[in-house]
């Protein structure tokens, strides 16, 4: 089953500049994660999110968390070619063990 | 150590065969997860383990068994597996299931001809 919805599903952008991606869900949460994904392997944990947090920083990352619209957005600021990966976002559908993950946005930093 | 290592890294096997996939976990995880990722599409959870116990099958086909022989190991048992199973699959494991951050392993690239 998946829960998150990403938007954009694709993301070009110049280096140096910053980017934002979005993720909508369905059901209630405990809390929220953002996923890198290079090249297809092995997700790296970028952030998570309690329900009753709105905002996060991390480094150049910056999450903010609506639960009332049940979305989410991911700011990736000063955008660097390593940044270029799958972002999914995901969630635990309010039971302890899940981890759902949504779409995906495929992000590439054009130099 | 924050690592998850999976074993082999990449797998090609027949529908006849029976392999099976290996992860590892030195953390004092409780959780720990498979998950199943086809190309341009996001990991698909299959089956967790909590304090060694299956806590949740998403009704994947009985020609995938998981195995949790330890606190450290898990396994994905394959049999009879169909063209459409090729895959990378994918371990994790979470301090607290879904309210903590999951580490994963690079993955199994799974091919069945």
């Known amino acids: 089953s998946q829960q998150g919805e990403e938007d954009p599903q694709a993301l070009s952008i110049q280096e140096g500049e910053n980017a934002t991606m979005n993720c909508s869900y369905k059901?209630?949460?405990?809390?929220l994660q953002w996923y890198r994904q290079n090249s297809g392997r092995g997700l790296v944990h970028l952030i998570l999110?309690?329900?009753?947090?709105r905002e996060k920083h991390s480094g150049r990352l910056r999450v903010t968390l609506d639960t009332s619209k049940k979305s989410s957005s991911l700011l990736i600021t000063a955008s660097r070619a390593a940044d270029t990966a799958s972002y999914f976002c995901?969630?635990?559908?309010?039971?302890?063990?899940?981890?759902?993950f949504g779409k995906g946005t495929r992000l590439h930093i054009l130099p | 150590d924050t690592e998850v290592t999976q074993t082999p890294k990449h797998l090609v096997m027949g529908m006849t065969n029976k392999k099976s996939l290996k992860c590892e976990q030195h953390?004092?995880?409780?959780?720990m997860y498979w998950y199943k990722q086809k190309a341009k599409k996001p990991p698909e959870l299959m089956f967790v383990?909590?304090?060694?116990?299956?806590?949740i099958n998403e009704s994947v086909p009985s020609r995938f068994s998981p195995e949790c022989p330890n606190s450290s190991l898990l396994n994905l048992h394959l049999h009879a597996l169909q063209p459409e199973d090729s895959a990378l699959y994918l371990c994790?494991?979470?301090?607290?299931?879904?309210?903590?951050?999951?580490?994963f392993g690079q993955g199994t690239r799974l091919t069945v001809v």
């Open positions: 994790a494991s979470s301090r607290s299931g879904g309210r903590t951050e999951a580490f």
């Open positions: 059901t209630s949460i405990n809390n």
């Open positions: 999110i309690r329900s009753n947090e």
């Open positions: 995901a969630t635990d559908l309010n039971r302890d063990d899940k981890i759902i």
């Open positions: 953390m004092g995880h409780r959780a």
């Open positions: 383990y909590s304090y060694e116990k299956l806590s």
